[in-house]
């Protein structure tokens, strides 16, 4: 605990206190590593931001976890333990239901550009977003990549071969997988490849790049891809309260940085993506093909999972049949014609 009001120390005197002082030096953290492709996106806006403020605008970077960690960092962002951080609303525990919620309602958004734009429909439409980001300046939205499923040593050919098989998922797969036979559970991504390597898992819902960026090519040997849809989310921000201090020619700019940033996480994402496929190829892992009726199958059981989890909101009461309806409208326009059209009819 000490560490971290430390952090926090260091951040007001070299972050925030910075800003109000127009010295134009901000903290930016991560709980990955500096070569991980979202760190490499973070590089480019880094670089982005520093050129067009000229040089007066600087950003020093920490990561790997020195600052913040992937279950505490809304609320970390938001007490200033860094300026400007990666937060990942679907780890956090508490305070964040619809957000986490949400990432299963995007079944037939397939790129980066189709989630991102179909979050920003959902959070334009439903105030509860901006209750659940209260006091962050949201910088970027994230998409991502189709996973599929990684095993270590059983191959899953169909739906049947993940009964008693224990797998890694997001949050809004957790009943999914359990309806299917599996044993279900969810950890912070950093804590999966000893769990692979040690057999505390026997596979992990994740795309191909993590067989080379998260090196889960070393610890597994099967790759199914079933096509698991995935959400976006809000992943990178700042605290409102260092955001409001900031001059408004800062403000400006990193407005005009968000674009930046996200056109690069979906760059390094592909990139990776590519890279992790190749580096599968060359450590030998099986590759295996769904047939088209268990696709449909697992399609058809994801889409009653996000309206049931929509359901179960009621109980914190946030509405979240009206955002999973609007997500389902949103997407079938997607499918028919490739494009995301917020409008509600």
């Not at 670089?47 to 790997?64: D, F, M």
């Not at 599929?148 to 998922?169: A, N, Q, Y």
């Not at 696709?295 to 889409?303: H, M, N, S």
Request: net charge neutral; hydrophobic share 40%.
């Amino acid at each position: 605990m000490r560490h971290i009001w430390i952090a926090v120390l260091c951040c007001c005197i070299t972050g925030t206190t910075t800003a109000k002082e127009n010295t134009g030096t901000l903290t930016y953290a991560s709980p990955y590593s500096p070569n991980h492709p979202f760190s490499r996106a973070d590089k480019t806006w880094i670089r982005w931001v520093e050129a067009q403020s000229g040089g007066n605008l600087k950003i020093r970077a920490y990561w790997s976890g020195a600052l913040i960690s992937s279950e505490q960092s809304l609320l970390e962002i938001r007490h200033g333990v860094a300026d400007i951080g990666l937060i990942t609303p679907i780890y956090v525990r508490g305070g964040a239901h619809l957000l986490r919620v949400q990432t299963g309602f995007y079944g037939g958004a397939e790129t980066f550009e189709q989630q991102v734009a179909l979050y920003r429909c959902l959070a334009e439409a439903s105030p509860q977003y901006n209750r659940e980001l209260e006091g962050l300046k949201i910088l970027a939205v994230q998409g991502g990549v189709l996973p599929g499923i990684l095993t270590r040593d059983r191959p899953v050919r169909s739906l049947e071969d993940l009964k008693g098989m224990r797998i890694r998922v997001p949050t809004e797969l957790l009943r999914v997988l359990r309806d299917l036979g599996a044993d279900a559970v969810s950890m912070p991504m950093r804590d999966v490849y000893s769990a692979l390597a040690k057999g505390v898992l026997d596979g992990v819902v994740a795309p191909a790049d993590t067989l080379k960026s998260l090196h889960f090519g070393e610890v597994a040997n099967y790759f199914t891809r079933l096509k698991v849809p995935r959400g976006a989310y809000p992943a990178r921000a700042m605290g409102l309260r260092c955001w409001q201090s900031l001059p408004e020619a800062d403000r400006s700019l990193l407005e005009a940085g968000i674009p930046v940033w996200e056109e690069a996480m979906a760059r390094e994402i592909r990139a990776a993506e590519t890279a992790g496929e190749a580096e599968g190829c060359r450590l030998g892992i099986e590759y295996i093909d769904i047939v088209p009726d268990e696709q449909q199958r697992f399609d058809a059981l994801y889409e009653a999972d996000g309206e049931r989890n929509a359901r179960d909101l009621d109980r914190f009461g946030i509405d979240g049949e009206s955002v999973f309806r609007h997500a389902r409208r949103i997407a079938r326009g997607i499918e028919l014609t490739g494009k995301v059209m917020c409008g509600r009819n």
